[in-house]
């Protein structure tokens, strides 16, 4: 039986074994994949980015960051709207520049002078890890998918750790390059952003993987 579902784009069919009736548990895999296929599927590079909330990542810890560099640049209620945004969204440390320790019973985190060793993650982001994580961890998805949406997971984590990398790098370099970062007739106009970008692993070779996993399952047939 020939199913023509559209899935993974024009001229795709999927060949299901001959069978009375589909397997009910084949269905139930058919109906996740068709919800991985529009959460990542048909996606370029940058709604990829979109997705998993990168664009946002990058400019909103900048701006968090520059505050504190910087906080002439900023109005007083400016300085409170970052604050209720950072209290706001969950935050990420990164122990490579920071101590942790404990008073008592209390986990304690401690910054290394000059580092930026913590990020606000904005909420397009953690919706997107949570909806990866979601499918990473279903019961019913083929293993060789879930172990290729390891692989994009693993993405996106050296991608955000790489935010520490350039963030710390450049500003040890010259605080500057974080403080003008944003202003176009300054000679550090972009220079953490285009550096970051320039070392951005993509992901779209990793949800490549994805789709082709699910080819391969489905024994997917293109004409």
């Not at 068709?34 to 909103?60: D, T």
């Not at 920071?98 to 904005?122: C, D, H, Q, W, Y």
């Not at 010259?174 to 992901?203: C, E, G």
């Amino acid at each position: 039986m020939v199913v023509g579902t559209g899935l993974y784009g024009m001229g795709i069919w999927l060949r299901i074994p001959e069978a009375s009736s589909p397997d009910a548990l084949f269905q139930a895999q058919l109906s996740e994949l068709e919800q991985l296929e529009g959460f990542i599927g048909m996606k370029n590079e940058s709604e990829l980015r979109e997705v998993f909330g990168f664009q946002r990542l990058l400019s909103v810890n900048l701006w968090i960051w520059r505050s504190g560099l910087a906080p002439d640049k900023y109005s007083p209620q400016e300085i409170n709207a970052i604050d209720a945004y950072i209290k706001s969204n969950v935050n990420q440390a990164d122990t490579r520049f920071g101590v942790t320790s404990r008073e008592g019973n209390i986990p304690k985190f401690t910054v290394n002078k000059g580092a930026v060793a913590i990020i606000t993650l904005p909420k397009e982001y953690v919706a997107g890890r949570a909806t990866l994580v979601r499918f990473e961890s279903s019961m019913i998805l083929p293993s060789t998918v879930r172990s290729a949406l390891l692989e994009l997971d693993q993405t996106i984590t050296n991608d955000t750790s790489l935010l520490f990398d350039v963030m710390n790098e450049k500003v040890s370099q010259n605080p500057d390059n974080l403080i003008f970062d944003n202003d176009p007739h300054s000679r550090f106009f972009s220079a953490i952003s285009n550096t970051y970008w320039d070392r951005f692993t993509s992901l779209r070779p990793s949800t490549h993987k994805v789709i082709e996993s699910t080819r391969i399952y489905l024994k997917v047939d293109q004409h």
